[in-house]
């Protein structure tokens, strides 16, 4: 595809659960990027990945966050013991290099509800 | 902390109108301001400011950057109900590539 794609588009899952969160970014795309919006909220900086490998995993909230990243291509978002706070639209970006935010190409977001 | 501050969090005007959206931010290592459109869930990107005084413009949409006061203004000129959306500021981070939010200004542009 010519975009970002990200899947699931939408989320229910139970308090406690764990969920997986995929994204797939722009073929040749070095760098992938994870953001979380909740409601009234600005986006919010979760975790980068240049190649396979996360310098920078800072904003991950907790410790029930984690993330991969697989030949340099595809990347997981998983959220352990899901709870209610953890709901939000999780969006994923990729840009061709590291840096320079104007080339961060945004995905549709994945919007995860905790019951 | 750095912070990314718009205002004002919520706008209602007409068509026509003309509309100026604020972002000021307090971020250390400061390397460029840029603003985004989001209509759906994907931000698109609009504006990336690096130097203080430029004015970028594309079509009725401009922006300028004032890195003196730690400000940016985007400006819409003849509102269209298209331009409805939520419209993001974020700062770029020079050593780790880090772009920081804004809360957003949510722009509804009635007929």
């Known amino acids: 595809g010519a975009g970002v794609s990200q899947s699931p588009s939408n989320k229910v899952t139970e308090k406690g659960k764990d969920v997986e969160l995929r994204c797939d970014p722009i073929s040749g795309h070095t760098a992938l990027y994870w953001y979380r919006q909740s409601l009234g909220q600005g986006l919010e900086f979760l975790i980068y990945?240049?190649?396979?490998?996360?310098?920078?995993k800072s904003g991950l909230p907790s410790d029930r966050f984690s993330a991969e990243r697989t030949g340099g291509s595809v990347s997981t978002l998983t959220i352990q013991r899901t709870q209610q706070e953890d709901s939000a639209v999780y969006l994923c970006a990729s840009s061709l290099w590291r840096g320079g935010g104007e080339t961060q190409y945004f995905g549709p977001g994945t919007r995860l509800l905790v019951l | 902390e750095d912070k990314v501050v718009q205002s004002p969090l919520s706008l209602v005007v007409h068509e026509g109108d003309t509309v100026t959206l604020n972002c000021s931010y307090e971020?250390?290592?400061?390397?460029?301001l840029l603003w985004y459109k989001q209509e759906k869930k994907a931000p698109t990107f609009l504006f990336m400011l690096t130097s203080s005084g430029i004015e970028k413009k594309s079509g009725r949409l401009s922006s300028i950057l004032d890195k003196k006061e730690l400000f940016s203004i985007l400006n819409i000129t003849a509102t269209q109900t298209g331009d409805s959306a939520i419209y993001l500021c974020?700062?770029?981070?020079?050593?780790?590539?880090?772009?920081?939010f804004g809360t957003g200004t949510r722009l509804q542009v009635f007929p």
């Open positions: 974020a700062v770029e981070e020079f050593d780790t590539d880090k772009l920081i």
């Open positions: 971020v250390t290592n400061f390397r460029s």
């Open positions: 990945f240049q190649g396979n490998s996360a310098p920078d």
